[in-house]
């Protein structure tokens, strides 16, 4: 079952990218995915988001690092290329890009993920916190193409304030 992000947010999809259900794509942690129109060697460019309640003091690093381990329970081999941090005190965010090699549709694959992470304050409260994880995956020979639109998908990713009222 999808999962639920802590904030609401709302975003744009590129030009030619569908959603398609987590469940249906084998990505039942995820609250969102839409899935690029042309495969690369049998794999398809997914754009996934997931999120959550972060209360605690770990920093964007520390959390991007737990990501990083738990992708290593499942891939063959995981790498961090680049790393760094983005935004403003008061919207700071993450960036990184990891390489991956891992078995997805009984192949073994090259990827590369783009991960971006957003930490979200409540206004009313500060100290509550929320990360909202956006991530990119590709094969390594399609990551450069499809790159460009995942940063135009980041851009216009905000809260969706209409949603909490």
Do not use: C
């Not at 700071?92 to 997805?104: D, F, K, N, Y």
């Not at 991530?135 to 499809?146: E, F, K, W, Y």
């Amino acid at each position: 079952m999808p999962t639920t992000l802590p904030v609401p947010i709302q975003f744009e999809l590129p030009e030619g990218w569908r959603a398609a259900s987590p469940d249906a794509v084998g990505a039942p942690g995820a609250a969102f995915v839409a899935l690029h129109p042309q495969p690369d060697a049998g794999f398809t460019a997914n754009i996934t988001i997931d999120g959550d309640y972060r209360p605690d003091a770990a920093t964007l690093p520390e959390i991007a690092d737990e990501s990083v381990e738990r992708l290593r329970q499942t891939a063959a081999s995981v790498e961090v290329t680049e790393r760094r941090e983005i935004g403003s005190a008061d919207a700071p965010g993450l960036t990184q890009t990891l390489t991956v090699s891992a078995v997805a549709g009984g192949v073994r694959r090259d990827l590369m993920q783009s991960q971006v992470y957003l930490s979200m304050l409540d206004v009313a409260d500060p100290r509550q916190r929320s990360v909202i994880r956006l991530i990119l995956t590709a094969t390594a020979s399609q990551h450069p193409a499809v790159l460009e639109d995942f940063r135009d998908f980041v851009r216009t990713v905000r809260p969706d304030n209409d949603a909490a009222s």
